[in-house]
């Protein structure tokens, strides 16, 4: 069901307002990591990431405390990690992998009979998702079994190439795919990757689905001739509407995403899942680290600890809420809210090619 065009307004009297409400409620904490980019936090608060500039990956303890594991990735990255500390991503010269528990042992996880493979995301029962090259060349979404064993090609929607970039802990797969028109959209899957359905691009061009929940509900980006949009979708994938002009990142259980903005700076943004938005650079926890005038988020997860990055200086960050996380809230409300603070459209998005 098509719902009207909305987007945020980005304006310093917007930011406030929007700020002052869910500030009321919520106070964070801070942790700064110097010389390191963050990737994705697991449930516990273990984050994996790289130092800047080298091949050296890392995994913390809880809560962003101390590194417990470093290893070489050569030519390749870390993409996720799961509640246990198992870590998907690429291996230079192994293509996708796996580790065990706590980033130990990592082994590839094979291709689908091509040459190289990509690993983007892993669930707790280490089912790991991405895309592989074919035979014929071509590029298809994959997922695994449990702990990253045996390969199912998931195919596209009716083109050559498609990626899967989220799983949940059904099985249920998002991703994007070229259809048979040459055009590229967003897909779900059903619990353990059966079946594979457009979720479409409303009035877009194209879509990508980037993120999926334990309730099915699945964040992403539509793509438009010079700006993009992010979307949310209800309870299985069901009722597309518009977040407004910026990225969609992430979304966790309780409804909350977090979305990236970028125009002439670029800011993060927390979607609290029950209609109001905060302009992460502007919660005051910032300023007692320096001030930040511009800063992009990574990773959410269960307990609301957010991950990201700086832009106007070096160094990543971890923001925890000290206040409780809200519960989930229906569709319901969730759309009511949407329809208080959503405005127009604003379209100054550069569009990004997938």
Request: without cysteine; negative net charge.
């Amino acid at each position: 069901m098509i719902k009207n065009h909305y987007s945020i307004l980005i304006a310093g009297i917007l930011s406030a307002s929007i700020a002052m409400s869910a500030n009321a409620e919520t106070e964070w904490a801070i942790k700064i990591f110097d010389g390191v980019d963050l990737v994705d936090i697991n449930n516990s608060g273990q984050i994996v990431g790289r130092y800047t500039g080298t091949n050296q990956h890392f995994i913390t303890g809880t809560d962003g405390e101390g590194i417990i594991k470093t290893f070489d990735l050569s030519g390749g990255w870390v993409s996720a990690i799961n509640d246990s500390g198992q870590i998907t991503g690429i291996g230079g010269g192994t293509g996708a992998f796996i580790t065990d528990a706590n980033g130990e042992n990592l082994r590839s996880i094979g291709t689908l009979g091509g040459k190289d493979s990509t690993a983007f995301d892993i669930n707790n029962s280490g089912q790991v998702v991405g895309t592989s090259s074919t035979p014929e060349g071509d590029f298809h979404a994959f997922m695994t079994g449990s702990n990253g064993v045996g390969m199912i090609d998931l195919g596209t929607l009716g083109g050559k190439y498609s990626y899967a970039s989220a799983i949940n802990e059904s099985g249920q797969v998002v991703g994007l795919s070229e259809t048979a028109d040459g055009s590229f959209h967003a897909f779900m899957t059903g619990s353990n990757g059966n079946g594979m359905t457009d979720l479409g691009a409303l009035d877009a061009r194209g879509s990508i689905a980037t993120s999926i929940n334990d309730h099915g509900q699945v964040v992403g980006v539509l793509s438009y001739s010079g700006y993009e949009e992010s979307f949310i979708t209800g309870p299985n994938g069901e009722d597309m509407d518009y977040l407004g002009s910026s990225r969609a990142i992430e979304i966790n259980n309780s409804g909350q995403v977090i979305l990236n903005f970028y125009g002439p700076a670029i800011s993060a943004w927390l979607y609290s899942g029950d209609g109001s938005f905060i302009n992460l650079g502007l919660l005051p926890i910032f300023s007692t680290v320096g001030g930040v005038s511009e800063l992009s988020a990574d990773a959410i997860n269960d307990k609301g600890q957010i991950i990201g990055r700086f832009h106007d200086r070096k160094g990543s960050f971890m923001l925890t809420p000290v206040s409780p996380v809200p519960e989930p809230q229906n569709y319901a409300m969730l759309l009511a809210g949407l329809g208080l603070m959503a405005f127009r459209r604003n379209r100054l998005f550069k569009l990004t090619n997938y």
